[in-house]
């Protein structure tokens, strides 16, 4: 069994390579980030000062969850979204977020 080999194709001219979605982001301490879609949410909250606290950095526990934009996210499986407006990003409601 051959696997077939990958195809390119040129671009077509005039037409330019697309920007990677960027989605700004405003944290529970003031700042404002501004990422790539599909940023970790850990990595993303690292570089804002905010470190999100983890459990089984699996989908399991729940102890990684945030809120954004009023939706829970467990942060540990999920990736920022690519958005056109800021983002809130605020801890679950736990005291030791
Ligand atoms: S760390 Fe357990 S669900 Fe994210």
Known sequence: MTEAAP????????RSVPALART???WPNGLQTTVDAGTDWLAAAQTAGCPIPTGCLGGSCGACEITVDGDTVRACV???PASAEPL????????AW
Not at 88 to 95: G, L
């Open 7 to 14: 195809t390119t194709q040129p671009r077509p001219a005039g």
């Open 78 to 80: 999920s990736g920022v």
């Open 24 to 26: 700004t982001l405003l």
């Open 88 to 95: 809130t990003v605020e801890p679950w409601d736990d005291p």
